[in-house]
């Protein structure tokens, strides 16, 4: 028996010894190895094409319409060229490539090279590019019709079509627009029937003191039709200063009071239903109004509460929600129980004497100032309104509605005090 030989030596000795052998073996039998390999590959496509078999489909599936578009290469920049019809295409390729195919996977040409302006031709379309894995079988239709058109340019101003302000608000200036024109380019029938460029600005929402809108620009006819051409730039901004000019405010109400309650008796009171109205105008006219007027109210010889329904004093160009207001006017007996003591919490309702106003100046309004008077029982009993005086100067007033002092008179034994008058001064003569 042999024995293996022993150490590193031997082993490098019997590697060796396979090495030979097999490259022997690979030389004495390639052509076999060869055989074996190309059939191990044909069986492998006849297994292919029985389980995953090329299949044939379209893009898009629907006929109705086609929507493979088709692009224009080596076109002129001087030249506009109507967009060909879309295409169907039919592909063939293994079920797992063909599922799913969307037209953007395709992209389909025509080629204009050479061809001049004026000219109508049906020309080969050329799929330039598409997935690997697919075929095109064919192209449907297999030529499409396309014009050729020379460029056109214009530059026209862009305007702006607008909705209405909310109500109440109006522009304070010209609004801004960015850019002021635009370059149009087309073919020259189309450009030559455009009227105007316009961007859409919705004001319907506006409040504030400025507003910015963007949008597309497009071209319209006189009739208003839009017009296909090619826009640079696209988009324009619009800038609006916005300003209020009418406002609403709250205002309350001022009765003129004429006659005396009978002897012994007193206002000690007057109310309004309701107590304010809401006025609508022009802001410079409604922030100056004073407290509004009504219809004067007679309480002579009264004994008892008045309740009356008095008209508003009509304001021009102002709009007021209501028309009438019911004015109730508390009367009291003279009366007090803290005993001998002064009795407190009288008011009178006086019309004021105005001092002069300053030169071009008049009051604007009727007032009511009311007094609040205290005194003895029996003094108090005694007192006519017409003992009661106030008096307002208006030295140093101006134009519109300001606060003034007022200075009340009252018989010696009682005193008075009034809170300071809101009156309103406009230029003499006005209405």
Known sequence: MNRMPNGSTGRWKMAWELVRSGTSNLGEHWALAGFSLVTAFGIWFVVQDVENPLLQALVPPDPDPPSV???????????????????????????????????????????????????????????????????????????????????????????????????GYTKSDEPVIDPVSVKVRGIPELVDSIASVDVDANLAGVRGDSFSVEGDLVAHTAGGNAVTVQLFPARAKVTYKIQQDFVSRTLGFVSPITGTPAAGYRITNITFDPPVVTVTGKKSVVESLPPLGLEQLNVGGAKADIVLTRQVEKIQNVIIDRQSVIVRVEIKPVDCDQGPGPCSGFTFFVSPEFGKPPTGLAVDG??????????????????????VKASVSLTGGTVGTGTYAVKVTVPPGITAEADPLIVTLKLAGAP
């Open 69 to 167: 578009r088709v692009g224009i290469s080596n076109n002129s920049n001087d030249y506009i060229i109507d967009e060909p019809r879309p295409v169907q295409l039919k592909v063939e390729g293994r079920k797992g490539d063909i599922t799913g195919l969307h037209p953007d996977d395709f992209k389909a040409e025509v080629d204009v090279l050479g061809l001049p302006p004026g000219e109508y031709r049906d020309l080969p379309v050329k799929i330039a590019q598409k997935p690997a894995s697919v075929r095109v079988v064919e192209v449907k239709p297999a030529t499409v019709n396309v014009s050729i058109h020379q460029a056109k340019t214009r530059e026209i101003r862009v305007t702006v079509r607008e909705t209405p302000l909310p109500a």
């Open 366 to 387: 009727v007032y009511q100032v009311p007094v609040r008077i205290t005194g003895p029982v029996a003094l108090l009993s005694e007192l006519k309104p017409a003992g």
